[in-house]
């Protein structure tokens, strides 16, 4: 089992920056392709990016240029980078863990979920 827990939310202005923070517990998830996702009221759940266990990305054309996630294995610890927010990125973030080395921008391939962290972005 994994346990993930986000952090980092808050409200931010258009073109502010915010970093967010996966913090994984249980089974290390240094092996494990990680995912940032997101929830905007009255949407469907929607990938944002993803690495994989050697640092590889992936991401949403959605956020290409702005966002950039990392990982820091030490401290099994996954990091969202936010850039030149817009309020189209207000959503509550989650965080993923997949039990396999690789990265994907798809949803259901996913096996840990944290309980997400909310981002809002004032116009």
């Known amino acids: 089992q994994v346990q993930l827990v986000e952090s980092g939310g808050g409200l931010v202005q258009t073109g502010g920056s915010l970093r967010l923070s996966c913090a994984a517990s249980g089974r290390t998830s240094s092996g494990y392709g990680m995912g940032w996702f997101r929830q905007a009221p009255g949407k469907e759940r929607e990938s944002v990016a993803t690495?994989?266990?050697?640092?590889?990305?992936d991401y949403a054309d959605s956020v290409k240029g702005r966002f950039t996630i990392s990982r820091d294995d030490a401290k099994n610890t996954v990091y969202l980078q936010m850039n030149s927010l817009k309020p189209e990125d207000t959503a509550v973030y989650y965080c993923?863990?997949?039990?396999?080395?690789?990265?994907?921008?798809?949803?259901?391939?996913?096996?840990?979920w944290g309980q997400g962290t909310q981002v809002t972005v004032a116009s």
């Open positions: 690495i994989n266990w050697i640092g590889v990305t």
């Open positions: 993923a863990a997949r039990v396999t080395a690789w990265g994907t921008l798809r949803i259901g391939d996913y096996d840990y």
